[in-house]
């Protein structure tokens, strides 16, 4: 057995102080597991009188995170402050300065800065373990790097995001309109006071670059991804969903076409029977898909302080182990940019939603917007009458180009009888 | 870069042929990833004329696989003959003998000698890997032993044997009987001429014995492993359990229950709403429960040469970037012996069909057994009448001991009006 593994923590907030209570209630089993123990020997955050539960007295404090990283008697340095830049990247940048190893589960920070702390860390020989950054629990970034390895990944997919889900359910489930179950969501502290992060796809996108970096072996590329959130999807456009087969999930997806790849975040119609479907709550779920795996699907808690920690400590054994694998599942230096395709070359189905005044002629009108965009529609849905007044007008298509779906909606949003704008949801068929 | 990680291959039916054409197919992304290439340089099979469809002659042939295992240029040992002892054993003895390490897809021989192998291994420094003898292309030994390291696994499930499921799901959407769709089945390649190992259950008891002993620190103890298959589930089975609101799937699940586990093997019905009911045809699907990360979920495909290549290539590839884990999570020789169960101190409800003479005071005989046993009745269905003929008489129960269940068997078993043996299947509420 090796000397014991030293780890500093750097943030001790809900994922930190269960970290904490992870290695204090399952140490003997890491140790007998990692051949050595694990043993936390120092420890910052912004306040060190704040009670958290746990004993914090036994390990050295530190007040400035960077400083820690620099100095602490520590073989890793785990990151868990948050936030794209700021402390959590400077407490990165000093630890691989100081040629330590980094554990984090910041999906902003990697999706922002994965690549270029990648090279630096791999040209000192050290590592950045970031399992818990992406679905929470789930063990995803080892399934993609090392047990999807004989593979190459055709696709991915997956609901990244336990808030937008939440939602989602709760509405379905009590036929609520969104603003409603947010204000739930906020009251349960599964969405923050200001949910833009969440709701308007951010965090899923941050997660999804990650995947298709790994999956895909390109720079992360948060920028290009296509994200819309959920904030427009209401009570009717769920319970319509159900009635044409389908349930509303905010998805991200990600796949090679050519030398480019798809990047996209935003809410799809999936058919009930696939296995996205059914993932409920706050709980993720990913599909991927490889050349000889074929299609496999990874679901499980995406956040919360239990299923975090799990993650951290996941990539914590691995260093333990001495097992260590390219951060982002190929030397960083060898990292492709990639054009993510853009989205209004995208093809596929869609369901609309139009506000119209219920008179002779509506139909007509956008019939022939339709007609001249050569948008093929599959499917008309009108549920309630009310002459004169607006009333909800649905439809969905056969596959068509996005230019010419948003070309089509400008022309609805254009007339006189339609209300509001105009409000798409892509149908996702997923057959893999 | 170091030099080629230098395989030899012993076995090449469909698994290792298609772990031929994966390395040729992948040999460039493969490289990147491992920081080295990976090259065959030996093979083994019984037949060196058969036709594979692959190019054998680049590689150094040898009849006999465990001289290849002793004196092959190779770093690695591929075992892929299949069975628990023979041929497939000797190769891995002669491997760890000439201390190489073994990768192995071989279900069997990991659950009968899994735990002296390890042991064997370890004592000379060399390892085994086995992702591709549990749940196919499934990376669920990756996620059990690294994954999900931080965690005390406190149970897992799920369907283990592609075969039966295929099965039972073709028996639900064609409401045809076993025999009938296992014929088809074996038409298709799906299942062998002696189909015991699959509808049995023998193959899926093999690969429970071998994730219960990842998750729970002890040795393999597949003979303790209560095992039954799936051929008295009749169509009218299927029908009911739907209109119950469950799904008939063979399910293996392990728990601990203090220092002992929980081992066994047999048709279930489980919840529509639970993670495995909507996992199909060949698919198979892992629940696991840790103490921190809560309920995981992991699905693919469970068999053929793709999927099995594909989890050989896992273990390969961990091997070529210097990552190894004890084989059964815990150095071998730390493993405990833990006692199973008895099968007879099961708690759970039941589902029970009997074969009833349609005329007065049947039921009452029946009711009178029940009450004898305390066992409590929750439904009664009978959906067909014919005096004085054969007609099948179903009830569910609430929870009992499942040893009160035997003996109410028993005695219905000896009724005059009970004409065939009385058959259960247990209701799993599986709410984790």
Redesign the interface.
């Known amino acids: 057995m090796s000397g014991a593994l030293r780890i500093a923590v750097a943030g001790l907030g809900t994922v930190g102080a ?1 970290l904490l209570r ?1 290695i204090e ?2 140490g003997d ?2 140790a ?4 050595r123990p694990i043993t936390v020997t120092a420890i910052s955050a912004r306040d060190q009188s704040r009670d958290r539960g746990i004993a914090i007295e036994g390990y050295q404090w530190f007040d400035d995170p960077a400083e820690m990283a620099r100095n602490a008697e520590a073989d890793i340095v785990v990151e868990l402050i948050g936030g794209a830049g700021g402390p959590a990247k400077a407490v990165c940048e000093a630890a691989i300065a100081a040629k330590r190893s980094i554990v984090t589960a910041n999906k902003a920070l990697i999706a922002h800065h994965g690549a270029e702390l990648a090279i630096a860390a791999e040209n000192v020989g050290v590592t950045i373990g970031y ?1 818990a950054a992406v679905a929470g ?3 995803i970034i ?2 993609l ?8 990944i055709t696709g991915l997919y997956g609901i990244l995001n336990g808030t937008c889900n939440f939602i989602l359910t709760t509405m379905r489930q009590t036929e609520r309109e969104f603003a409603d179950v947010l204000a739930e969501a906020q009251q349960l502290g599964y969405a923050e006071v200001d949910p833009g992060f969440d709701v308007d796809g951010v965090d899923a996108a941050h997660k999804l670059a990650i995947l298709a970096s790994v999956a895909f ?1 390109c720079r992360v590329d948060f920028e290009n991804v296509y994200t819309e959130g959920i904030r427009r999807i209401t009570a009717l456009d769920i319970e319509l969903a159900e009635t044409l087969g389908y349930r509303i999930k905010l998805l991200g997806i990600a796949c090679r076409q050519g030398e480019m790849i798809e990047q996209r975040v935003h809410p799809c119609m999936v058919p009930l ?1 696939s ?1 996205v479907a ?1 993932v409920e709550d706050v709980f993720n ?1 990913v599909v991927v898909n ?12 995406g956040a ?1 302080a ?2 975090t ?6 990539d ?3 260093f333990a ?6 951060v982002f ?3 960083a230096r ?1 990292l492709v940019d990639r054009t993510t395709v853009p989205m209004d070359r995208h093809v596929g189905a869609y369901y609309i939603r139009l506000m119209v005044v219920d008179r002779p002629g509506v139909f007509a009108d956008i019939a022939a917007i339709l007609r001249d965009e050569a948008v093929s529609m599959e499917q008309i849905l009108q549920r309630t009458r009310s002459p004169n007044e607006a009333v909800p007008l649905v439809m969905t298509t056969h596959e068509v180009g996005e230019a010419a779906m948003m070309r089509a909606l400008k022309k609805f949003a254009a007339l006189e009888t339609v209300v509001e704008s105009p409000y798409v949801i892509r149908i996702e068929k997923l057959d893999d």
Chains 1, 2 share one sequence.
Do not use: Q, W
Not at 32 to 35: E, F, I, S
Not at 290 to 301: A, C, H, I, L, P
Not at 309 to 314: E, F, H, K, Q, W
């Open positions: 269960g992870l209630e399952n089993i890491l007998l597991r990692c051949g399992e629990g789930i063990p080892k399934a790097r090392e047990g999807l390895a004989g593979n190459r072996g029977g296995p059914h779920a490889g050349d000889f795996v074929g299609s496999t699907v990874y679901e499980g808690r919360g239990g299923p920690a799990s993650a951290v400590m996941a914590i054994v691995d182990r001495g097992a260590t694998t390219p599942n190929i030397p060898d």
